[in-house]
C-alpha cells in the first residue's frame, strides 16, 4: 500500500481497570505523554484520527458501535477516511515508531495486514486495515461480535515476522503497574517513566 493510501488511528485506552483508572494515553515517557508518542509515530500519514476518551490532536471520530471496544473504533476510522487503508495503533504502545509505521504500510495489501511478534504472537494493532474489511465488522458489531481476533477468521490476512527486523518491542503495551516497570528495565530513550 503507498502511504499516501493510508491513513492513522489511535484507539484510545478502555476503562483502564488493571490501572486502576489511569489514562494510559496520559502516562509519562520522558517529557512525553504515551499518547503523544504514538502520535508522533503517525503524524506522517495523510488522514490521522483519534476513537476513545481523551484528547487528541488528531481528529476524533463518531463511534457508531461506541463501547464495542478496538473493533467499534477500526469500523469508525475506516468508514469515514478517504484512502484504501488504516494503520490502527493503541495509546498504551510509547516504543511505536514511524519507522515501523512505515514498514507495516509498505507491505499492507487487502483485508488486515499485521505483525507476529518473536514469541509467536500475532499483533491485531499496530496493524493495516484495508477498507475492504468495513462489511465484516459491521456484521461482527450488529451480531454483538466484538473480538478483533474473530475477524482475522472472516478476511484475507497477511503476516509480517518481525524477528530480526529490528521492530521486536513496539507492541510492548502498558496494562499494568507492573508493565510499567518492565518499561523502565527496558532499553529505552530514557529511564523517566510517571503517573502525571
Not at 491513513?7 to 481497570?17: E, H, M
Not at 483508572?21 to 520522558?30: A, E, H, Q, T, Y
Not at 527496558?186 to 523517566?192: E, K
Amino acid at each position: 500500500m503507498r502511504i499516501e493510501d493510508c491513513g492513522g488511528l489511535i484507539l484510545g485506552g478502555g476503562k483502564a481497570r488493571r490501572m486502576g483508572g489511569i489514562d494510559k494515553g496520559s502516562l509519562m515517557l520522558g517529557e512525553k505523554t504515551f499518547l503523544c508518542r504514538v502520535e508522533d509515530a503517525l503524524v506522517f500519514l495523510p488522514e490521522k484520527l483519534y476513537a476513545g476518551n481523551g484528547e487528541s490532536r488528531f481528529l476524533a471520530v463518531y463511534e457508531e458501535f461506541a463501547g464495542c471496544g478496538p473493533l467499534g473504533g477500526i469500523y469508525a476510522g475506516l468508514s469515514c477516511i478517504n484512502g484504501s487503508g488504516l494503520f490502527v495503533a493503541a495509546c498504551d504502545t510509547p516504543l511505536l515508531t514511524e519507522s515501523f509505521v512505515r514498514f507495516m504500510v509498505q507491505r499492507a495489501g487487502n483485508g488486515v495486514t499485521l505483525s507476529q511478534t518473536p514469541d509467536g504472537r500475532l499483533q491485531p494493532l499496530g496493524a493495516v486495515y484495508h477498507k475492504d474489511c468495513l462489511p465484516e465488522i459491521k456484521s461482527m458489531l450488529q451480531n454483538g461480535q466484538r473480538r478483533l481476533m474473530g475477524l482475522l477468521e472472516r478476511v484475507s490476512v497477511r503476516v509480517v515476522e518481525l524477528s530480526g527486523t529490528g521492530f521486536e518491542d513496539v507492541h510492548f503495551n502498558v496494562n499494568t503497574p507492573e508493565d510499567v516497570a518492565l518499561l523502565r528495565k527496558m532499553r529505552v530513550l530514557d529511564n523517566n517513566v510517571r503517573f502525571c
